[in-house]
């Protein structure tokens, strides 16, 4: 069984910095573009950022120059660092991976983890 386990949220002040984790976990599967999305109280949920197997990175306008999207391909995992946090940055974020395990390939979503940022 494959599964995508998330870490390190939590609550902050305005201005400081967290880094997520999303490690993928089971056996013979292959992981291509990864993604991490949020969903705040009362709003859908937005693409926050994406990068491709080769490292490729794009980001949601409202956190270009303060997150940080990367990866390590030997250890399935993918990061964001978030740094100059704002309130508006809090929300359930989430990971999110397309992957295959003798199958065709699907999006597989981690639990989510709570950032608060207080002001």
């Known amino acids: 069984q494959v599964e995508l386990v998330e870490s390190g949220g939590g609550l902050v002040q305005a201005g400081g910095s967290l880094r997520l984790s999303c490690a993928a976990s089971?056996?013979?599967?292959?992981?291509?573009?990864m993604y991490w999305y949020r969903q705040a109280p009362g709003k859908q949920r937005e693409l926050v950022a994406v990068?491709?197997?080769?490292?490729?990175?794009n980001y949601v306008e409202s956190v270009k120059g303060r997150f940080t999207i990367s990866r390590d391909n030997g250890k399935n995992t993918v990061y964001l660092q978030m740094n100059n946090l704002k309130p508006e940055d809090t929300a359930v974020y989430y990971c999110?991976?397309?992957?295959?395990?003798?199958?065709?390939?699907?999006?597989?979503w981690g639990q989510g983890t709570q950032v608060t940022v207080s002001s």
């Open positions: 089971g056996s013979g599967f292959s992981i291509n573009t």
């Open positions: 990068i491709t197997r080769g490292g490729s990175a």
């Open positions: 999110a991976a397309q992957m295959r395990s003798g199958g065709p390939w699907r999006d597989y």
